[in-house]
Structures are given as structure tokens and as C-alpha cells.
């Protein structure tokens, strides 16, 4: 059974940084895209950062430069490394990987909450 685990999140103060990182296991052919989602209430899911199998990241334009998304191929793992961050990236950040096992289909994580407050 394929699972996407993530780990990182919690309380950062503004200007601060947070790490996020997601590990799939089970039984994989292989991954091709892999991301990060986050949802505020009253809002729909936002794509915050997808990364190409070959290592091409696409940002949304509200965190551009701010965040990074990075994967090891080996480990099947997707980390997104957020920095300067600002109250309005409070959310609940979920992981997303498209997952071959051996059929395509689309893996979610559990979801954990990141929080810019001071």
C-alpha cells in the first residue's frame, strides 16, 4: 500500500523558515511529479510548488523566491524548504506525488499545519 508521509511544519514567526518533507513507501514503479499543496479555511487547495521527475520545480507566484522544492529520486522523498515566511502562508500544507504501482494515480499526505505568527 502506497502512503505519502510528511514530517516538518509547525510555528514560525514572520521572516522565519520551516522545512517540510514527505517520504513515499509502498510498492512504486515510479514517481513522476511531486509537490506541494496548502489549504486556509475558506479557501480553495493552492499549488504552492511541483517538481518534474528530472528536477524542474514550478512556484506559485506568491512564493517565488522565497521557497524551494527539492527531491532525492533515490529515497523517493519531495522536501519544500520555506523561507521569509509571512503570516499569509498559514495553512495546512499537504504532499502530492503521481505515483506508478504499478497504475498511475495520484497520492495525497495527511496534511500538516504550518503557522506564521509572532
Known amino acids: 500500500q502506497v502512503q505519502l508521509v510528511e514530517s516538518g511544519g509547525g510555528l514560525a514567526q514572520p521572516g522565519g523558515s520551516l522545512r517540510l518533507s514527505c517520504a513515499a513507501s509502498?510498492?512504486?514503479?515510479?514517481?513522476?511529479?511531486m509537490g506541494w499543496y496548502r489549504r486556509t479555511p475558506g479557501k480553495q487547495r493552492e499549488l504552492v510548488a511541483i517538481i518534474t521527475v528530472g528536477g524542474s520545480p514550478s512556484y506559485a507566484d506568491s512564493v517565488k523566491g522565497r521557497f524551494t522544492i527539492s527531491r532525492d529520486n533515490a529515497k523517493n522523498t519531495v522536501n519544500l524548504q520555506m523561507n521569509s515566511l509571512k503570516p499569509e502562508d498559514t495553512a495546512v500544507y499537504y504532499c502530492?506525488?503521481?505515483?506508478?504501482?504499478?497504475?498511475?494515480?495520484?497520492?495525497w499526505g495527511q496534511g500538516t499545519q504550518v503557522t506564521v505568527s509572532s
Open positions: 502530492y506525488a503521481e505515483i506508478w504501482a504499478p497504475r498511475r494515480d495520484d497520492y
Open positions: 509502498g510498492v512504486i514503479v515510479r514517481i513522476t511529479n
